[in-house]
Nanobody
Framework: QVKLLESGGGSVQSGGALRISCEAS????????MGWFRQRSGMEREGVAT???????SYADSVKGRFTISQDNAKNTLVLQMNNLTPEDTAMYYC??????????????????WGQGTQVTVSS
């Protein structure tokens, strides 16, 4: 069983940067993909960025050029570097993984393992 634990959220002013991390523990050998998702107030959960174990990445159009997803397979750690943040990035950010052995999907419904989330707040 895989468990995910996020850290690093917080508050920042518009234009600032934050780095959030996710540590995976347990049976991680079959994890082929990890992703970051977010849920803004009153909105559905949406994809932010995904990365396969082969290093292939995908980004939401709204974050391209500002956010960078990376992973350290040896440490089972996923990182999201967020630059040039805007108030529209304010959300609860979740780390997630699809079923073991599965490669990346974009839809949150394809992910079965979730962390508890970390709040990111950007003020204007």
């Amino acid at each position: 069983q895989v468990k995910l634990l996020e850290s690093g959220g917080g508050s920042v002013q518009s234009g600032g940067a934050l780095r959030i991390s996710c540590e995976a523990s347990g049976d991680t050998d079959q994890v082929r993909c990890m992703g970051w998702f977010r849920q803004r107030s009153g909105m559905e959960r949406e994809g932010v960025a995904t990365i396969g174990r082969d290093g292939r990445t995908s980004y939401a159009d709204s974050v391209k050029g500002r956010f960078t997803i990376s992973q350290d397979n040896a440490k089972n750690t996923l990182v999201l570097q967020m630059n040039n943040l805007t108030p529209e990035d304010t959300a609860m950010y979740y780390c997630a993984s699809p079923p073991p052995g599965s490669w990346c999907y974009w839809a949150p419904s394809g992910y079965t393992i979730w962390g508890q989330g970390t709040q990111v707040t950007v003020s204007s």
